[in-house]
């Protein structure tokens, strides 16, 4: 990834989604290796690109911030971006999760880096939220699920690391404020104007929150399937299913960066299925398993394939309208 210096200021933070994909698409060979037999390769070839583009992207945002501060605080006050701002912590997340079973001294450096940083920026966007006067019902979308739903993520490996409290803490935080959201999020999309093109994509973050939280749910009752975790993951297909009865919409719009949108989502509810398939062996869990991993594979390559044409064309970093 080349950047001009005048492309530099107009670097967007959403860029930190693709890091969200593609973690998720390592940690879901990571757990079809250890579950359906698949070989190390695949994972451990997408952790190391993983680990690159962290360290990419996250030097080229902190380049901005050193040399345009301004515009990264543009991003932090600004309606839609500042949602995809805690996207850093996430990143730090996830990777946590994908080194989880193979460097646990580097995940747990990550897990430190990223927790404590994602309940920042937690709090900071819902306190942003509270009093702006500049927001309005218009401004609400999917994306606005990231700050808050991203504590899901510190259980997973958080269980390891500190007493589980801790772990229910963010549990709490991401389920509390997930219902919460849902609920203004589908009063927006049902009695309000269509949300922009651009963020259409942002309609399969609505998987991730219960996909997630099934997995955090997991790890926090050391594997038990109960009526919660059945209650999480069916909502998570459930929704799944209603994205697929959209399909063609997603299929007709034109690509903008927020098509990474429908990559992590599409890795966590894969995730959430192959530890079904874990727990009871049974043949649909291990098809739908399947299923969605070739999905998921696929999605994540075309959206990448799509971004890397974008770079070319000069379509990625530059200014945008607010």
């Known amino acids: ?42 994972y ?13 992207i996250f030097t080229i945002y ?15 006050n600004h309606p839609i971006k500042s949602s995809f701002v805690p996207a850093i912590s996430i990143s730090m ?19 430190y880096l990223g927790a404590p940083l994602h309940l920042y920026f937690t709090l900071r966007t819902i306190k942003f939220w509270m009093i702006d006067e500049k927001l309005n019902i218009n401004h609400i979308n999917p994306a606005w699920f990231i700050p808050v739903v991203g504590n899901l993520l510190v259980p997973v490996v958080g269980v390891d690391v500190l007493p589980l409290a801790i772990s229910i803490f963010y549990f709490s935080i991401g389920i509390f404020f997930w219902i919460m959201l849902f609920t203004i999020v589908m009063y927006r999309m049902i009695f309000h104007n269509p949300m922009p093109g651009k963020l259409v994509p942002t309609l399969f973050i609505l998987i991730a929150p ?12 050391f594997g038990s399937i109960d009526m919660m975790s ?5 909502i998570a297909l459930a929704i799944t299913l209603l994205m697929f009865a959209k399909l063609r919409v997603f299929v007709s ?22 530890l079904m398939y874990m727990t009871y062996h049974n043949s649909f869990n291990y098809i739908v398993s399947l299923f969605l991993i070739s999905l998921t594979t696929l999605v994540v390559a075309l959206v990448f394939y799509k971004t890397i044409i974008a770079i070319k ?10």
């Open 253 to 274: 719009s034109k690509f903008f960066i927020s098509w990474w949108a429908y990559t992590f989502p599409l890795a966590a509810v894969s995730i959430a299925s192959i």
């Open 1 to 42: 990834m080349i950047l001009k210096k005048r492309d530099l200021s107009c670097f967007p933070v959403q860029f930190f989604a693709v890091l969200m994909g593609i973690s998720g698409l390592s940690i879901l060979y990571a757990k079809a290796y250890h579950v359906l037999n698949f070989s190390s390769i695949w």
């Open 210 to 221: 219960p996909a997630v939280g099934f997995v955090s749910y997991f790890r926090i009752t």
């Open 44 to 56: 451990l070839s997408l952790l190391t690109i993983n680990t690159i583009l962290f360290f990419v």
């Open 230 to 234: 059945m209650f999480l993951y069916s």
């Open 62 to 76: 902190i380049l901005k911030w050193v040399k345009y501060p301004y515009k990264v605080v543009e991003e932090l």
């Open 93 to 111: 997340l996830l990777l946590s999760i994908a080194y989880y079973d193979y460097a646990p001294t580097v995940s747990v450096a990550f897990w």
């Open 313 to 322: 064309k000069e379509e990625i970093c530059m200014e945008e309208e607010n």
